[in-house]
């Protein structure tokens, strides 16, 4: 058994251990570097779990991963029908949010929106922090949706 798998059936184990977690991340080339990911929170940039592709860093011997940029925040529009966003999640105690906004700079790593990147093709990791979608219809949006005659409060 390769290393990588030893290291997948121990994490996995009844006595895994936070080195044992730590030492597959590393082994998985998933891991960015820090000075690349400096002043994020994520240390992963994994592929979408949607994705039919995985991406993977390796060293090909050309050097070409030290020449990576760090990652820069991109800023896009995205134009939402509505600005109420329902949820059913158990984790949550509430079930409507209004977010002007997809993804976010702040990098807290238990945010319950981070899987949201994945439909779009993109990482809940790096990308989450770093490709940002402005909404920036929600306050009309959000007037219109108030006015209507289904909103209730209760």
Same mark, same amino acid.
């Given at each position: 058994?390769?290393?990588?798998?030893?290291?997948?059936?121990?994490?996995?184990?009844?006595? /895994?251990?936070? #080195?044992?977690?730590? !030492?597959? $991340?590393?082994?998985?080339? /998933?891991?960015?570097?820090? #000075?690349?990911?400096?002043?994020?929170?994520?240390?992963?940039?994994?592929?979408?779990?949607?994705?039919?592709?995985? *991406?993977?860093?390796? #060293?090909?011997?050309?050097?070409?991963?030290?020449? @990576?940029?760090? =990652?820069?925040?991109? $800023?896009?529009?995205?134009?939402?029908?509505?600005?109420?966003?329902?949820?059913?999640?158990?984790?949550?105690?509430?079930?409507?949010?209004?977010?002007?906004?997809?993804?976010?700079? /702040?990098?807290?790593?238990?945010? =319950? !929106? *981070?899987?949201? /990147? &994945?439909?779009?093709? @993109?990482?809940?990791?790096?990308?989450?922090?770093?490709?940002? =979608?402005?909404?920036?219809?929600?306050?009309?949006?959000?007037? *219109?949706?108030? &006015?209507?005659?289904?909103?209730?409060?209760?």
């Amino acid at each position: 058994m390769n290393e990588l798998a030893e290291l997948r059936q121990a994490a996995f184990a009844p006595a /895994h251990t936070a #080195d044992i977690a730590d !030492a597959l $991340v590393k082994a998985s080339g /998933h891991r960015v570097d820090i #000075d690349r990911r400096r002043g994020r929170a994520a240390g992963l940039n994994p592929s979408g779990r949607f994705e039919e592709q995985r *991406r993977e860093s390796f #060293d090909d011997g050309w050097q070409s991963l030290e020449e @990576l940029e760090p =990652f820069r925040t991109e $800023v896009q529009v995205e134009k939402p029908k509505t600005a109420l966003t329902k949820n059913d999640s158990p984790d949550i105690p509430f079930d409507r949010s209004i977010n002007p906004y997809r993804g976010c700079e /702040h990098g807290c790593i238990y945010c =319950f !929106a *981070r899987p949201t /990147h &994945s439909y779009m093709g @993109l990482s809940p990791g790096l990308d989450f922090e770093s490709k940002l =979608f402005s909404k920036p219809d929600v306050p009309k949006l959000l007037e *219109r949706e108030l &006015s209507g005659r289904t909103i209730r409060c209760g």
